[in-house]
């Protein structure tokens, strides 16, 4: 049984003219299916082209591209007394221009960061290295798909 507080919000988000992101006629819906993302040309670059098409799918029938470029910088944060560094801090910054018929339709810049400890093997700071680059595109890419989908009309 729906309770009268629920009904409300129901309610009040129709009255706003609330619109589920990926609804029947929403602007992402005008995405899927839709982007042809730059092709990858580093492995950062092959991780968010990844998690873009993972959110928007990959271009079927492209009407929009999508040019980015990333930056990224490492810093060592944690040192130990002996003067090993044990943790590092990956930022990254993205700027984005989402274009149709050669025509700009919006672009902007988005920026994240994440972490990670180098503390164990060569290995398992290596791979500990490569997640936090690809949980940094992930963040990226979100953001970019969010701004997308508020952009289109």
């Not at 999508?66 to 910088?73: D, G, H, Q, R, S």
């Not at 700027?95 to 339709?105: A, E, I, P």
């Not at 290995?123 to 969010?146: I, K, N, P």
Request: contains cysteine; proline residues 3%; glycine residues 10%.
């Amino acid at each position: 049984m729906w309770s009268s507080r629920r009904l409300f919000l129901l309610l009040a988000l129709a009255g706003c003219g609330f619109t589920p992101a990926y609804g029947v006629k929403s602007p992402a819906r005008a995405l899927l299916g839709q982007v042809e993302v730059q092709a990858p040309k580093t492995r950062d670059d092959f991780d968010f082209v990844a998690a873009v098409e993972a959110q928007l799918g990959r271009a079927t029938a492209p009407a929009y591209d999508l040019a980015y470029t990333v930056t990224t910088t490492q810093n060592g944060v944690g040192i130990t007394v002996e003067g090993a560094t044990t943790r590092y801090t990956v930022t990254g910054k993205l700027d984005y221009t989402l274009s149709k018929d050669g025509q700009r339709v919006t672009g902007g810049s988005v920026e994240s960061f994440t972490a990670y400890s180098a503390t164990g093997s060569t290995v398992a700071g290596l791979t500990a290295e490569a997640d936090a680059h690809r949980r940094l595109m992930q963040d990226l890419a979100d953001q970019v798909v969010r701004r997308l989908v508020m952009a289109l009309p």
